[in-house]
């Protein structure tokens, strides 16, 4: 007998790295500079996050860059000015980076910006697939209460996304976790 609620008991397991990968190259690919996939949470590659007047124009007043240092995506406050709040992630888009250290701060990050009214948040890295898209996942188990099947799907509804395995392998330990202790 096990001592999980009833609605827990019955759903299913986290699917495996390579069932995710199924998932995630499933439904049509669409390549937008950046795009709304919360209620105020977007996600972008680096066009957006160097255009100030893009930013502007989406209303965005918080920047999340998962790829703060690279060569291509050196957001900062210096260059958001006051007007945007900005936290940099240093990751690199590589498997074996671990992108999990990161998961709770960046997920605390997203959710108080979004509870400020009129707040608008970009979560963006090189390309807004991989690094970007973790993170959001990410906020999505942790505040949302979401499986990580659950959030892939949810976020497919208006982006493509791919985070590489090693990001798959961290967000199914996370997935993992969060189902123990709820």
Aim: proline share 4%; hydrophobic share 40%; aromatic share 12%.
């Amino acid at each position: 007998m096990n001592n999980l609620p009833e609605s827990k008991a019955v759903s299913p397991a986290t699917p495996s790295v390579k069932d995710l990968v199924k998932v995630l190259y499933g439904g049509k690919r669409f390549g937008n500079h950046v795009n709304e996939v919360w209620p105020n949470l977007f996600i972008g590659d680096m066009s957006v996050a160097n255009d100030r007047y893009s930013l502007w124009k989406l209303g965005i007043t918080h920047v999340l860059n998962v790829a703060h240092g690279s060569t291509h995506c050196q957001g900062s406050h210096d260059f958001y000015g006051s007007t945007v709040d900005y936290y940099g992630v240093p990751a690199d888009d590589s498997p074996y980076f671990d992108l999990s250290r990161y998961f709770f701060p960046s997920a605390e990050y997203i959710q108080s910006a979004l509870d400020m009214a009129g707040a608008r948040v970009l979560v963006h890295c090189a390309v807004g697939v991989s690094r970007s898209a973790s993170l959001v996942l990410a906020y999505l188990m942790i505040h949302q209460h979401y499986t990580l099947l659950e959030a892939i799907n949810k976020v497919k509804e208006h982006r493509w996304i791919f985070p590489n395995k090693g990001f798959l392998k961290q967000l199914r330990a996370l997935d993992m976790k969060l189902r123990k202790t709820s």
